[in-house]
């Protein structure tokens, strides 16, 4: 018995599953992304570039190698189109590390990092949004969450896949797609090398009722096959369509296919109220797992072929 005990002390405590996506690490990154401190992360403000950073370090320690265009970092120039103000043009950039697996092909995980900031740059649903902070626990701290963790898993998992992973940070999301859309325009790999897009945007506020909606099932054959038998310890449901609701769209304009993860919406979607204590990291866990089961099994499977859905 004793001997048993101390194996799954062993067995648990290993570098083997310490990769694996953690509730605790989850709320760990949302806590923090989310904080007042963090201001909203608005497009062009100092707590949006410490996210930034934040992000930077996080890919650095799991050993990806560089892809923007001055380190990580791909800066552009974000414009705010929705509302007028002064300051209309402002300093972002995406956030990119590189999974190198001397593959051919290469697919790519992307999560926005920006959100409403202090409801100056449009698109807040409250009633008075000046100057009231817009956390963005969900919308998409969640997302970054599960962009560090699925870079953390493949990253220390000790398989190379026969995918090369490009884990991308958006910048620019909340005023139009605008870090994905510079990406696809200034790619820092050719385009014609990247296999399927994966896109999380407000993955934890899981309902049980409803299930985490997986889009862009029609973007590509292969993925009724990818998701053939797949189980999972909550419930999800596909969708067709991978046109709308986040980056994703901006890669399927490119006719390349996509999967979007997202839970749904709720009463607090762009409005301050949305908020890390809402936030459901156990159920966010169990979707990150049931993500890289699918991407284990979509990486089993050659190059795919863009479908368009109609
Ligand atoms: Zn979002």
Redesign the pocket.
């Known amino acids: 018995m004793k001997k048993q005990f101390l194996f799954l002390l062993i067995l648990l405590t290993s570098p083997l599953f310490a990769q694996e996506p953690s509730a605790r690490r989850i709320i760990k990154h949302i806590n923090t992304l989310a904080s007042d401190k963090m201001q909203g992360r608005g497009t062009g403000s100092p707590e949006n570039a410490k996210t930034a950073r934040y992000i930077e370090k996080h890919f650095k320690k799991y050993g990806l190698k560089p892809l923007g265009t001055d380190g990580y970092y791909q800066s552009f120039t974000a414009k705010v189109r929705r509302v007028v103000v002064p300051d209309s043009l402002r300093k972002a950039a995406n956030v990119i590390g590189f999974l190198d697996n001397e593959a051919p092909y290469t697919i790519v995980v992307g999560a926005?990092y920006d959100?409403l900031g202090l409801g100056r740059q449009g698109s807040s649903l409250d009633s008075l949004p000046q100057g009231k902070i817009h956390n963005?626990a969900d919308?998409?701290a969640s997302?970054v969450a599960g962009l560090l963790e699925l870079a953390q898993y493949f990253a220390k998992n000790g398989v190379k896949e026969s995918y090369n992973i490009l884990f991308m940070a958006f910048g620019a999301?909340?005023l139009g797609l605008q870090g994905s859309r510079y990406f696809l325009n200034n790619p820092t790999l050719p385009l014609d090398k990247l296999n399927f897009m994966v896109c999380m945007?407000?993955i934890g506020r899981y309902n049980p009722e409803r299930g985490i909606g997986i889009g862009g099932y029609g973007t590509s054959d292969t993925w009724p096959i990818v998701f053939k038998g797949a189980e999972s310890s909550i419930k999800f449901f596909t969708d067709r369509a991978g046109n709308g609701g986040?980056d994703n769209a901006a890669f399927y304009a490119k006719q390349i296919p996509v999967l979007f993860f997202h839970t749904g919406g709720h009463p607090d979607y762009h409005r301050p109220s949305d908020d890390p204590e809402k936030i459901d990291a156990n159920a966010e866990e169990a979707i990150l797992k049931l993500e890289i089961k699918l991407l284990e099994k979509a990486m089993q499977q050659p190059k795919m072929t863009f479908t368009a859905v109609k």
């Open positions: 926005h959100h963005g919308d998409n997302g999301e909340e945007d407000m986040s």
